[in-house]
């Protein structure tokens, strides 16, 4: 059973323009989300999270919407450029504010930018 | 401070082999969990230690598989008789403590021929 699930395997967009990641979760005892960019051969690095009690966290390019009635968040990277091509893990934890790092990860989406 | 450090970054092993698997957190880290990445899967977690501590193992395979995080010296995942199936890439991260962020390593990549 899947908690996490990122239904888009890949995503192309064009360099400068907005790209947009998203997440669905199924158990309602999440309570902290975080976005992870990974490339390949390295470890997944933290890019932005939001806690539930939040709608929405923004930090430089990257800002993270969480919908929690429809328990969908989505990562909206604004402008795109080339070195922003990664994988993106959505994950979640049912925390308390980030104390508790026994995070469930979905699947990932591949992220190009094209120049 | 050169991160969350893991070796070897790749690994090779027969069936029937152990596998030993070594992260060394950041300086000050004493909060270390193992994730595991099965190949077109995203990262599964495994375990999570403090100093000389298994607090939670719940994703750990009831079988073959332990952890420990000693006094001193880096954290080992060891995993006894491997098969084909252990086959993926084991990331270890670490953290200071409440609110600090989770730190990744770069993982070690398991082959099991």
């Known amino acids: 059973d899947q908690q996490v699930k990122q239904n888009s395997p890949s995503l192309s967009v064009q360099e400068g323009r907005i790209s947009i990641l998203n997440c669905d979760y199924t158990n309602s005892m999440f309570d902290y989300f975080l976005w992870y960019k990974k490339y390949p051969a390295e470890g997944p690095t933290f890019l932005i999270s939001i806690s539930s009690i939040k709608d929405k966290n923004e930090d430089g390019r990257f800002t993270v919407f969480l919908n929690k009635s429809a328990k969908h968040l989505s990562l909206h990277i604004v402008p795109s450029q080339p070195g922003d091509s990664a994988v993106y893990f959505c994950a979640a934890s049912a925390s308390s504010g980030g104390s508790n790092y026994k995070l469930t990860f979905g699947k990932g989406t591949l992220l190009t930018v094209n120049p | 401070n050169a991160g969350v450090m893991q070796n070897p970054r790749h690994l090779v092993r027969r069936r029937g082999q152990e596998a030993r698997l070594r992260c060394s957190p950041m300086?000050?880290?004493?909060?270390v969990y193992w994730y595991r990445q099965l190949p077109e899967e995203g990262l599964k977690f495994m375990v999570y230690?403090?100093?000389?501590?298994?607090?939670?193992e719940s994703g750990m395979p009831k079988e073959r598989f332990s952890a420990e995080f000693p006094k001193e010296g880096p954290s080992i995942l060891r995993i006894q008789q491997v098969v084909r199936g252990d086959s993926a890439a084991y990331f270890c991260a670490s953290y200071r403590g409440p609110s600090e962020k989770l730190l990744f390593g770069s993982g070690t990549q398991l082959s099991v021929l």
């Open positions: 300086k000050g880290h004493s909060h």
């Open positions: 230690l403090q100093k000389e501590n298994i607090i939670d």
